[in-house]
């Protein structure tokens, strides 16, 4: 065991986990041989600092993009902190524009859970003006294709801002915890399952709870 397990010693540590919990539960559950494994420990994780975009970067970003169909994507992603395919999928319906709020289609799963989450006046102004212009029946509030949103994130370069959707669900926690707005909050706003037991059992998770949260922080991506 200990020399199979040397084979993956020095790779990947998420490699090494997954073939040591492999065995681990093989021997555990299926041959009843826990004793085999119990001495082996899970890799601790290296820490990476992770490198947010700055707010700068940001408006930089913004006034590369040519329309309001762009600048109320962008927004979207900025201000929601939803996912990339939560954005996406959204419909007209599935968002309350005088609420700012919008209510993503998360499956729900282990560590994802269907919340509220909402949107910040900047974003409100600017999805009115391009709801405005929409006179098609697509249900769907950005009907575009994949390919065309990573053409919209890849006008950065010009400007050598290197920016995508999941750097700005990155920025939003990290601004929403810069303005104080508690880690259990971030989780809700970007359907995340909250972890700690005070979180699970005791927050109230309310949309109007939410939202009072989520205005008091004063989020803003542009002044």
Not at 179 to 207: E, I, K, N, Q
């Amino acid at each position: 065991m200990r020399s199979y397990l040397l084979i993956y010693s020095n790779k990947n540590p998420y490699v090494y986990k997954t073939v040591l919990a492999a065995l681990k539960r093989f021997f555990r559950d299926f041959l009843k041989r826990p004793e085999v494994v119990e001495g082996f420990c899970f890799p601790k994780y290296p820490l990476e600092p992770k490198k947010v975009p700055s707010k700068e970067e940001l408006q930089k970003f913004y006034e590369l993009l040519g329309d309001d169909r762009e600048r109320a994507l962008f927004l979207m992603f900025a201000t929601t902190g939803l996912r990339r395919s939560e954005v996406l999928n959204l419909e007209i319906k599935d968002i309350d524009l005088e609420k700012r709020m919008v209510i993503p289609k998360t499956r729900t799963s282990r560590t994802k859970k269907v919340w509220v989450s909402f949107f910040n006046e900047e974003c409100q102004e600017i999805l009115k003006r391009y709801l405005a212009t929409r006179n098609d029946k697509n249900p769907k509030l950005f009907p575009l294709a994949r390919d065309t949103m990573w053409k919209i994130f890849r006008k950065g370069r010009e400007g050598n801002i290197h920016l995508n959707p999941q750097t700005l669900r990155e920025w939003f926690c990290s601004e929403m915890g810069r303005l104080g707005v508690p880690d259990r909050y971030v989780d809700a706003f970007c359907g995340r399952v909250p972890r700690s037991v005070l979180a699970r059992h005791y927050t109230d998770f309310s949309p109007e709870k939410l939202k009072e949260i989520y205005d008091k922080a004063g989020l803003k991506v542009l002044k």
